[in-house]
C-alpha cells in the first residue's frame, strides 16, 4: 500500500504515514477484514470450532442412539422369530463404533490447549501421522531449537503475512491433527528468506479436517498483521523470536527459481495471489497469499517469474 498524499510505501499496518504524516484510509476490504477479525474476538476461530464440532457431534450422538435402539429393538424381535443370532451383530457393530469414534473425537477436541499453541502443537505432532521428525528439506534449513534472529549486518528489505502453505492434510479418525507446515510469514532479507508462524491458539490444528491456520489466515489477518509488524521490529532492532518447529529459511543465492501468481477482481479480497519458491535441488514451495500487502515489494525484488498456474 502506498500514501495517498506522497506516495511512500506504507509496511506492515501503520495508520499513519511514516514518511508525511497523512493519515491513512483503509479500503473497503481492509474494513471487512477488521470487523470480521473484531467480531470473532482474541481468542480466534480455532475454539469456536471447537465447540462447533463437539456440539454437532453431539446431535450426531442423539441420532446414532436413535438409530442403535431402533435396530435393538428390531432385531430383538426377529431373533424371537428365528432370525440367526448373528445377523444383528453385522448391523449394529458398525453403529456401536461410528458412536465410539465419535465419543473419541470429542474426547480429543475437548484435550486441545488453545492457551499453549506451540506445546499443544509440539505434543500432538509427536503422535501424528507426520511424526516429530521433520528434517530439512534440500535447500532448506531448519532454525531447529535456536530462536530467529537477524545476522550482523543483516536487514529486512519487506514481509508478507498471512501466507498459507499448499498442503495434504490427514486428520484420522480422531478428527484431530496437526499440519505438517504451519508458516504464516515470508520475511525477505538482504541474504535470506526466512519462513516462520506467529501464532494464533489452535494454530497447527485440524479440526474436523478443518485447518484452522488457513481460517485464522483469512478471518483474523489484522491480528495477524499487527503480531507480525510488532515481530519484525524486534528482529530490526537485534532480538530473537520464538518460533514453531518446521519453521525455516533459504540462502537467497539457493533460490533456482520464485514463481508468482496474482488475484483479479473481487476474489483478490479473499485470494489476493499466490507465490512458490524452488530452491536448488529441491521441491517447489507454494503459498497462498491472502493479504497483498507488500506482494509486489517481494516480488519484483526476486525477480519473480508470473505463472498462470502452479
Known amino acids: 500500500m502506498n500514501c495517498q498524499n506522497c506516495n511512500n510505501a506504507i509496511v506492515g499496518t501503520e495508520s499513519e504515514c511514516p514518511n508525511c504524516g497523512t493519515t491513512l484510509k483503509p479500503s473497503f476490504s481492509s474494513r471487512v477484514s477488521s470487523g470480521v477479525d473484531k467480531a470473532i474476538g482474541p481468542e480466534g476461530v480455532a475454539p469456536l470450532d471447537a465447540r462447533f464440532t463437539k456440539v454437532q457431534n453431539?446431535?450426531?450422538?442423539?441420532?446414532?442412539?436413535?438409530?442403535?435402539?431402533?435396530?435393538?429393538?428390531?432385531?430383538?424381535?426377529?431373533?424371537?422369530?428365528?432370525?440367526?443370532?448373528?445377523?444383528?451383530?453385522?448391523?449394529?457393530?458398525?453403529?456401536?463404533?461410528?458412536?465410539?469414534?465419535?465419543?473419541?473425537?470429542?474426547?480429543?477436541?475437548?484435550q486441545i490447549d488453545f492457551k499453549n499453541p506451540e506445546q499443544n502443537y509440539v505434543k500432538e505432532l509427536d503422535k501424528s501421522f507426520y511424526n516429530a521428525k521433520v528434517s530439512a528439506k534440500p535447500g532448506t534449513n531448519l532454525f531447529g531449537e535456536e530462536k530467529i534472529q537477524l545476522d550482523p549486518g543483516e536487514?529486512?528489505?519487506?514481509?508478507?503475512?498471512?501466507?498459507?502453505?499448499?498442503?495434504?492434510?490427514?486428520?484420522?479418525?480422531?478428527?484431530?491433527?496437526?499440519?505438517?507446515?504451519?508458516?504464516?510469514?515470508?520475511?525477505?532479507?538482504?541474504?535470506?528468506?526466512?519462513?516462520?508462524?506467529?501464532?494464533?491458539?489452535?494454530?497447527?490444528?485440524?479440526?474436523?479436517?478443518?485447518?484452522?491456520?488457513?481460517?485464522?489466515?483469512?478471518?483474523?489477518?489484522n491480528t495477524i498483521k499487527g503480531t507480525v509488524s510488532e515481530r519484525i521490529k524486534e528482529l530490526e532492532a537485534g532480538n530473537s523470536i520464538d518460533h514453531f518447529p518446521n519453521d525455516f529459511w533459504i540462502d537467497r543465492s539457493s533460490l533456482s527459481q520464485v514463481m508468482y501468481l496474482k488475484g483479479v477482481g473481487p476474489v483478490k479480497h479473499i485470494y489476493a495471489g499466490a507465490v512458490g519458491f524452488r530452491p536448488t535441488g529441491g521441491k517447489k514451495l507454494k503459498y497462498q497469499v491472502v493479504d497483498a500487502t507488500n506482494f509486489d515489494d517481494l516480488v519484483r525484488e526476486l525477480g519473480a517469474v508470473k505463472k498462470l498456474a502452479f
Open 155 to 221: 536487514s529486512i528489505i519487506t514481509y508478507l503475512s498471512p501466507i498459507y502453505r499448499f498442503q495434504a492434510n490427514y486428520t484420522g479418525p480422531s478428527m484431530v491433527s496437526v499440519e505438517r507446515f504451519t508458516e504464516n510469514v515470508i520475511a525477505l532479507t538482504d541474504r535470506r528468506v526466512l519462513f516462520f508462524t506467529v501464532s494464533l491458539p489452535g494454530q497447527g490444528m485440524l479440526i474436523n479436517g478443518v485447518s484452522q491456520d488457513f481460517l485464522n489466515d483469512e478471518l483474523k489477518r
Open 58 to 110: 453431539k446431535v450426531g450422538l442423539v441420532v446414532i442412539s436413535i438409530i442403535l435402539a431402533m435396530e435393538i429393538g428390531l432385531f430383538t424381535f426377529g431373533i424371537m422369530h428365528g432370525v440367526p443370532f448373528y445377523i444383528p451383530f453385522i448391523f449394529i457393530l458398525p453403529t456401536l463404533g461410528i458412536m465410539g469414534l465419535t465419543l473419541r473425537a470429542n474426547r480429543k477436541i475437548s
